[in-house]
């Protein structure tokens, strides 16, 4: 065929493809209004906008062949239509693969110089064209793929590539194409992924409107031939899977109860006298006795957990590894699985950190050596410790830098970690120093006024004993050094402290320790007649223990440092004497346990501008050496009726023997129903029950002090706590542990000698003088006790990071300590028990709960509007001077101080 015909062809087609498209084309059927429209496969679209063109084209030329180059120049090129056509030409191959078209390349003269174009020719009838033609379907195909990768999806194909010009597409001539054995054929063939088709040699006779319905129809069939076979295939693969999981799986229980059976032949009381260990059923192995098919008993087989595991059995004093036993109690310690291993914290090398020069000026000498600190180390190395004073650590360093600085802080790092001094050093650096340049620049005035320079501090504590705890540290380091008397004056303000002697500690004071109850109830109320010239002072303000503000407790005291912020402005500007005098903003220092986005938790508590730097120390920046902790879940054993332990940690489930055809009638008659059939066999369990938690920590109390082991018992609430304390039938073996013991019952009782003893309690901890304490959560909140080797922990403390604090409290000597629960018999505690790995996860990461509401807003606004009227968008200086001040960044307003509460 000429050029002058190709054109011609293709002009006429262009004219002619609307028409006959819709004449040609079969109509899809029509879906159902009611039921959702099911997107079917392109192909089928493909089909439907090839099959009209090669139709026309097929009547044109008189051939039932036609080359890819015209079919490409006669396709739309503009168009909803022109968009898939890139897409429909490279679906021929396929369309060819499963017989629905026929697909040929023309051969062409060998290649050389002199050998001309392998192009159309004018008057070549049907039969000469397919006497010219390979229809071998490798080489068909292989030479398709080839053209229509060389094209490329992004750009369209062009008319003068030679390949193009050499594939052919079009109808099968004869009829007879369409049948069932063909279509099977096919569809087994495209799912197989095979480039053969059996549709050599079988046509139709296609340029009919019944051929198009004929070839739409083909290609549906062979669809869903194909995803039919391909179900079959995938039920195939699940079934093979699944029986192979089943065959593996049974293969495991076997060797588990092999293993069992084994370990239950080695302990005594685990199966009765007369029964041999093969004949001990699965339920009474894996639920009666050793646990072997727990899933808590195999997280003691690791290498870590063996060592770990010799480490507890060490503490313990446990002796016999095989039965538990520690030789002096008939009644194993540690039965076989009965403590699991559920985790460590590794060991931490130690990293020292510098201060810059500016930072290194604003420390006094005086207090640098009353603390025993180098902050002048001359280029020593990170991890290299002074010979004669200790350097600080490199989280202690950053937080001083960052403090002293002005910019606000927040300290989440371990337990033990050094955090007090992270705060105290550039706190009483700034107090000391003001107050030596106030007291320079008194001598040098002529006035006889009172020295109201220099700065102040407030340090809060969540309880009154953490700030006494403080306080007799602080006071301890202050009268060492007789500069630090003269400059740093200490003072505690909480309920314990008499309201005669507030007003004289204030005005002598730089420093107030106390908590946020004090604070809304009593400094803020009193501010203008007691507590004015210090909050004018006020430049830093501290919050230890800042994880304990969450919740609605934790919104409270966030309105409540809203209110502090506001008065402390109204303090300052009104005994400032010169009006364009500004307040130097307060730092907010948090210190914190290790929770979960410590950073948004701080913002949320403190009044901080959105635009304010927080400098945030981590637990990857902790730079304290601390060596391994391991922790440790344990269940208690399961008792009979008598008291009398059974060696058993779960409850065996037997099978109930057969009755009489006579007594399952009667029994059957008068059972009740209660909503479920009677399958399978009855189930009967033994009548035991679970040693309480608190007696077994106290078992577990008593050995540790037996073996000289230094521990800390926590008790959640103090019923647990006086049920531990009064558990004396295990803590009967000498004298030194009845010594302890009977002290520790007197902290049971109620009155006013509870702190005294309390700090009796800690003294002697200092001396060594006291093995064991038994306490609530009051000794978790950063009371330096000494060190200690072990801590149990009666029952889950409630969060992880309670569980971090208790556990902290032991590990500060140099040398691994372990940490205990002992769980309730509740299925949530059993879990930690059956599921060890599940107590040191954090869970998911929710934000931290500060909740403020309108209610809880309204209140806080009602205190603070009887403490210093509500300026709303103006300064607070507006009540303070005759002429409006526009507000600064440096003072308060109102709106913005509360409405980021909300």
Known sequence: MSERTNTDTSCAASSKTASHSSASAPTPPQQSQQQPATEEPPILSHLLLLDPILQFLTRATGQSLISLATLRRTLPKDGPAGDKVGNAIRSIPELGRRGIMRVAVRQCPAEGDDAPPCQPKDEEDDEALQNNCIFDEDEVYRRYDLALNISGDDRPMQTNEPDQNQLLVGFFPKPGHFNGEFIAAAAAAAAKGSTKSSADG?????????????????????????????????????????????????????????????????????????????????DDVSEGHVVANDPANRHNDSPEAKDALNCYRNLMGIKDTKTGGDGNSKEPLMLPGQTVYAGCKPAREVRYGTLSEGTRQLIPSALAEALGLDIDPEDAPVHAQSQTRRRLYYHQAAAVESILNGHHTTICTGTGSGKSLCFLLPVLSMVMKTDIDAVTASAFS??????????????????????????????GLINSHPLLVDHIRVGVIDGDTPHSSRADIVKHSNIILTNPDTIHAAILPNWKRTYAPFL??????????????????????????????????????????????????????????????PEEHFRLLCPIAEDDVVKLLSPEDDGSPCDSKYFFTHTPALLDTSGKSTGKLVIPVTKKKKESSDDATSHNQGRKR?????????????????????DETARLLAAAVRNGIRCIAFCKTREVYASGCTSGAYLTFDLPLQVG????????????????????????????????????????????????????????????????????????????????????????????????????????????AVPVNAGLLQNHLLCAGEEYSLVGENSITTLLTSERREPVRSQIVDRDLFSGAL
């Open 446 to 475: 002529s006035s006889n006024d009172e020295v109201v320079g220099g700065a102040a501090a407030i340090i809060m504590f969540p309880t009154k004993a953490l700030a006494q705890d403080q306080y007799t540290k602080l006071m």
């Open 202 to 282: 079988k046509g139709l006779h296609g340029a009919t409107k019944t051929g198009a319905k004929k070839r739409m129809a083909a290609l549906r069939k062979s669809l869903k031939a194909e995803e039919k076979q391909k179900k079959k295939e995938k039920q195939a693969d699940n079934t093979t899977i699944k029986a192979k999981a089943k065959a593996e799986s049974k293969s495991a229980t076997k060797k588990r109860q092999r293993k069992a059976a084994g370990a239950n032949a080695t302990v005594e009381s685990n199966v009765d006298p007369g029964k041999a260990s093969a004949d001990v059923s699965k």
């Open 674 to 694: 209660r909503g479920s059939s009677n399958r399978g066999a009855d189930l009967r369990r033994a009548p035991m029950h679970r040693r309480h938690a608190a």
């Open 741 to 848: 013991v009977t002290f520790l019952r007197r902290w049971n009782h109620t009155g006013e000698d509870i702190p005294q003893m309390q700090d009796e309690a800690k003294k002697r901890l200092f001396k060594e003088d006291l093995l064991a304490v038994v306490a609530t959560s009051a000794l978790e909140l950063g009371v330096d006790i000494g060190g200690i080797d072990s801590t149990l922990h009666c029952g889950y403390p409630g969060s992880i990071s309670s569980l971090m604090q208790q556990a902290g409290r032991a590990g500060r000597g140099g040398k691994p300590s372990a940490s205990i629960m002992v769980c309730f018999s509740s299925p949530s505690e059993q879990h930690f028990w059956r599921f060890p790995k599940t107590l040191l996860t954090n869970g998911l990461d929710a934000p931290p």
């Open 536 to 597: 004018a002072k006020v430049r830093h303000v501290v919050i230890d223990e800042s994880h304990m503000y969450e919740g609605a407790f934790g919104g409270h005291v966030s309105l409540v440092l809203a209110r502090l912020v506001r008065i402390c402005a109204a303090a300052f500007y009104k005994r400032c004497d010169d009006p364009t005098e500004e307040q130097k903003p307060i730092t907010f220092v948090g210190c914190s346990a290790t929770i979960g986005r």
